[in-house]
Nanobody
Framework: QVQLVESGGGLVQAGGSLRLSCAAS????????MGWFRQAPGKEREFLSSISRYAGTTDYADSVKGRFTISRDNAKSTVYLQMNSLEPEDTAVYYCAARWIGDNLYKYWGQGTQVTISS
């Protein structure tokens, strides 16, 4: 099992940047594919990005491709989401999640961090 804690959210103006972090504890971090999701008020949770266990493969939703970059530091048990060119539509609660090597689903979730983009 792994515990996840996100940080780095906040209020920024449109066009600005933020870097989210997600610190993991518990089971070996490199055993997990990591992902970032978000949920805006009244909307379903949206997949944003994922990164494989040793960072060899990354994936992005079309809505953030070219603006967001996912990375991880297995020595620090942390995954990051660098967000650039932020838009008001990016306002949401952002969650990191972990998918263990033997699972098909993301079973472990953080508590979320609020990101608000002002126009």
């Amino acid at each position: 099992q792994v515990q996840l804690v996100e940080s780095g959210g906040g209020l920024v103006q449109a066009g600005g940047s933020l870097r989210l972090s997600c610190a993991a504890s518990g089971r070996t971090f490199s055993s997990y594919t990591m992902g970032w999701f978000r949920q805006a008020p009244g909307k379903e949770r949206e997949f944003l990005s994922s990164i494989s266990r040793y960072a060899g493969t990354t994936d992005y939703a079309d809505s953030v491709k070219g603006r967001f970059t996912i990375s991880r530091d297995n020595a620090k048990s942390t995954v990051y989401l660098q967000m650039n060119s932020l838009e008001p539509e990016d306002t949401a609660v952002y969650y990191c999640a972990a998918r263990w090597i033997g699972d098909n689903l993301y079973k472990y979730w953080g508590q979320g961090t609020q990101v608000t983009i002002s126009s």
